[in-house]
């Protein structure tokens, strides 16, 4: 909590406490934090003296600001028609095995989590992921494992 | 590979002249009325996917009177099947920030803004990078005039401007009721311009190129030339540009084969093209619009499994402000997946039928009123493949 304490008053020393400060702050504390942890979404709400609820709403309905914890590499396979048409399942397996977690889950030591995203926009190069905001495309399984196993030893 | 059609263009990625910002400059030297009239008679429409006339838009800002407006860039790129955006902004970003300023001198805007959906995170390094450099060239044109970049957090609805707004205003991208329409009531109230990546990339090539050549290209009522997304079963996916007014048929002979049996034009919320329609479809506001993705399936791919990803990704991606659309996205996914095991009789597509055509009646935007473009025209020419 002291972090996120020290981000948010950064955040308001330099922007002030507009409502249009809300997504860039909530986004500020995910890329520190991996999700908005309840304790967050309370100290963001009062600093920027929105209700709970609204600070909750706002956020759970973006899918890149997660409201539950999630690992320090969230992997996020796209699933999208074009993707699909080129091996999407079978590298989604290959990970999933690899990781021994299925999608929607998160790795026991907080490494990974595995999720599905909607078109990241790479349908010429299919099948496509993101691992936190880095891009790797023209996956195959092997390709997939190859990358996995870098991150793994991060 | 060498290409046989007549119909490939390259304005937007071309790298016409080594002077930075030269298009800009030559611009901002004329009468901001001028601009708006060629860019009228250009008869550019915008490049997302609505086709509203770009100059009207610009001409509607500028009759506002306000001390503050502002101009939008909308990459918020998420409808499925597309990248052109994400290309425009990794190799020619000048001429959509030269777009942004010339948009912004003819309005009377002091600031720009890019919304750049998430998912395109890694293009923000060199993105401030170049504004960087521009801030410096609009200085020395004596432009007041500044440009940001906001990042998206993940909505596929926040394509739609009013949305969009929202979004920036820090609330969840639910579209607003129009009229008021952003070019009077926009961002803050204000009067705001909101055009895609690619309209803006375009606007610059015709203040370069000159609207009467611009002509030259397209149809009566579709100008120019457009980029596509072009992915699936082809053996050359990648962007291409192509002027309005080509056949389906066309880009099928170039980019796809004799086992295509249905092309996806306009991403989950546009329309099956099945084989048949090939030669009479014509890619533009006479024919079928889009926003430029091209999906190629061949006669291996099953349709309903294609259906199901678009209702599923709808279903997802509805915000749930409005019933016919939150309540509307889930049943017909439902309804098909009942029908698909027997539990309801065929007959029930029709039931489900009749749902799609009250969601484009009565849902408050796009993503709502579009669900019925894939759901009636992959039901139509490939029935036999939703039901068994």
């Given at each position: ?154 | ?59 509607f800002a500028r009759r506002e009177v306000s001390d503050t407006k502002y101009v939008i860039c909308n990459a918020n790129e998420s409808e499925t099947g597309t990248f ?305």
């Amino acid at each position: 909590m002291p972090e996120i304490k020290s981000i948010i008053k950064d955040h308001i020393s330099k922007h002030g406490t507009d409502r249009n400060n809300l997504l860039p702050l909530l986004q500020r504390i995910v890329q520190q934090e991996n999700y908005l942890s309840e304790e967050s979404l309370l100290e963001v709400a009062e600093t920027l003296k929105i209700s709970p609820a609204d600070v909750y709403g706002t956020a759970s309905f973006y899918t890149y600001l997660d409201t539950v914890p999630r690992g320090k590499y969230i992997i996020r396979m796209c699933r999208n028609v074009s993707c699909m048409m080129q091996q999407q399942a079978e590298v989604l397996s290959a990970i999933s095995a690899q990781l021994k977690i299925k999608v929607g889950e998160t790795s026991s030591d907080k490494h990974f989590t595995l999720l599905q995203a909607n078109c990241l926009g790479w349908c010429h190069k299919a099948p496509a992921m993101m691992i936190n905001n880095e891009v790797y495309n023209e996956l195959t399984p092997e390709k997939a494992r190859q990358i996995i196993k870098e991150y793994q030893q991060k | 590979m060498e290409s046989q059609n007549q119909k490939r263009i390259d304005l937007i990625f071309s790298n016409y002249t080594s002077s930075k910002y030269k298009v800009l400059e030559q611009t901002l030297q004329r009468e901001a009325d001028d601009i708006i009239s060629e860019l009228m008679d250009s008869g550019l429409k915008g490049r997302g996917n609505v086709g509203f006339p770009t100059g009207m838009k610009w001409k509607f800002a500028r009759r506002e009177v306000s001390d503050t407006k502002y101009v939008i860039c909308n990459a918020n790129e998420s409808e499925t099947g597309t990248f052109k955006d994400r290309e425009i902004l990794e190799r020619v970003p000048r001429k959509v920030l030269s777009g942004m300023a010339i948009c912004g001198y003819c309005i009377g805007a002091k600031k720009g803004i890019i919304y750049l959906r998430h998912e395109y995170s890694y293009l923000k390094e060199n993105l401030q990078n170049e504004l960087a450099i521009f801030h410096d060239y609009v200085k020395l044109f004596n432009l007041d005039f500044t440009i940001e970049v906001f990042s998206g957090s993940g909505s596929y609805v926040s394509g739609e401007e009013s949305a969009l707004i929202e979004s920036i205003e820090g609330y969840r991208a639910e579209p607003r009721n129009k009229p008021p329409f952003p070019v009077t009531n926009g961002l803050y109230g204000c009067p705001t311009v909101v055009n895609n990546v690619e309209t803006f990339a375009t606007a610059q090539v015709i203040f370069r190129i000159g609207a009467e050549d611009f002509l030259k290209l397209g149809t009566q009522y579709s100008s120019g030339s457009k980029l596509f997304s072009i992915s699936g079963d082809t053996k050359n996916p990648g962007i291409h540009e192509l002027e309005l007014g080509t056949t389906i048929e066309e880009v099928v002979n170039e980019f796809g084969d004799k086992n295509i049996k249905s092309i996806q034009v306009g991403g989950a919320s546009g329309y099956c093209i099945p084989q048949r329609l090939f030669a009479e479809t014509v890619i533009g506001y006479e024919g079928i619009t889009t926003g430029g993705s091209m999906i190629f399936f061949n006669n291996t791919r099953s349709m309903y499994k294609v259906l199901h990803e678009y209702l599923r990704f709808f279903a997802e991606e509805s915000c749930g402000l409005c019933t016919p659309c939150r309540i509307g996205t889930q049943q017909l996914l439902k309804g098909i997946e009942a029908v698909k095991k027997g539990e309801k009789p065929d007959s029930y597509i029709d039931v489900l039928k009749k749902l799609a055509v009250s969601m484009k009646l009565s849902s408050k935007c796009g993503l709502g009123q579009s669900v019925a473009n894939p759901f009636i025209s992959i039901l139509d020419n490939f029935k036999e493949e939703i039901l068994y």
